[in-house]
């Protein structure tokens, strides 16, 4: 025997629509696992912090000519008149720093420090970026098949990555981008270098997502919804792209976050040993290389690229721990 319903006598003197009407305000929707993710996220004050100042950077880096045009000087441009002739060191306190150039200027060349900073920005974020889309691309669809057909296959692949993790990858991007000559493959300046930049940092680091990716597909593959799809009839294929691949873009997400960075200190440090885009370009690691002999004199020219480089890996960190708490929260 059950219980009667405890129905109000409101409801009762109403008519039918009112309690439907009623019933449709109080029906309680579900959430998707991104809404979910996102709900979490946003109350990580700290990731979000780190989202916004990546933000900031990104259009920074994208209206770079207008904020410099505001604000500073062309960065190619030698101001002498603004140096010591005697020994070449910027005049004026903290590097020469005032409202004309905000962050002082070069020793020995008088160019504006902020501008400088600012379209060093484009190429550092310009490279990290496309270096992780190649090693993105690469690591999930070979950890894709690796994971999911299993056998040779799979051997083959992951002894494949295990000898790219095993690569000297820093003597081999010295040795590689020091033999490119100044044209080649029908390019030739920041092209060239930029391409050649990528493709060293992207094709040699996609073993670390794949492996990540490969353990995930490992997992997948035995779930219902892939027996469920391949009892219907489904290919191989659409298995993977259109089962699998969507349970693996959480990781990916986080891992593409986390592994920025990374792209952007060993871009850096190619800069800074000679090896990565040229000068006059500007770029962070080259700024920082210039700056080795000057930072007793104008310590500025040292601080802050080096704070750019900080600021731009602390952010990007932040968010990728962020997002790896709110999508597996289990994680912590």
């Known amino acids: ?37 996102w709900m979490r996220l946003k109350r990580d004050r700290i990731a979000m912090t780190g989202g916004i100042v990546i933000l900031l950077l990104i259009l920074v880096a994208v209206f770079a000519p207008l904020l410099v045009s505001w604000f500073g000087h062309p960065p190619g441009e030698w101001h002498r008149e603004k140096l010591d002739p005697s020994i070449g060191a910027p005049l004026g306190a903290f590097g020469g720093i005032s409202s004309d150039f905000l962050f002082g200027v070069e020793p020995d060349s008088g160019r504006d420090l902020f501008s400088r900073v600012l379209y060093g920005a484009r190429i550092s974020l310009l490279i990290a970026f496309f270096a992780t889309l190649l090693c993105v691309v690469l690591g999930t669809v070979l950890g894709m098949i690796a994971g999911f057909f299993g056998g040779w296959v799979d051997t083959v692949i992951s002894r494949l990555m295990d000898i790219f993790l095993a690569f000297p990858l820093l003597v081999f991007a010295l040795a590689l981008a020091g033999v490119i000559p100044d044209k080649a493959f029908g390019m030739s300046g920041d092209t060239l270098r930029i391409s050649l930049l990528v493709f060293i940092i992207g094709f040699f680091n996609w073993p670390y997502i794949g492996r990540i990716i490969r353990g995930q597909t ?43 960075p990374s792209n952007i200190l060993f871009e850096a440090a190619l800069s800074f040993l000679g090896v990565g885009v040229r000068p006059p370009t500007p770029t962070w690691g080259g700024m920082l290389s210039d700056a080795v ?27 990728g721990d962020g997002l790896r708490d709110a999508f597996d929260p289990k994680a912590r």
Do not use: C, W
């Open 1 to 37: 025997m059950t219980a009667p319903l405890d129905v109000p006598e409101s409801a009762i003197e109403a008519g039918p629509e009112t309690v439907l009407e009623g019933a449709e305000t109080s029906v309680i929707r579900g959430r998707s696992l991104g809404q979910i993710a």
């Open 218 to 260: 490992l997992s997948l593959r035995e779930r219902e919804f892939v027996d469920a799809s391949r009892s219907l009839g489904a290919r191989n294929h659409t298995i993977l792209f259109k089962e699998i691949l969507p349970n693996l873009l959480a990781p990916i997400l986080v891992y593409s976050t986390l592994l920025i």
């Open 293 to 319: 002999h000057n930072y007793q004199v104008a310590p500025n020219f040292m601080i802050f690229p080096g704070l750019a480089i900080f600021i731009t890996v602390l952010a990007f960190n932040l968010l």
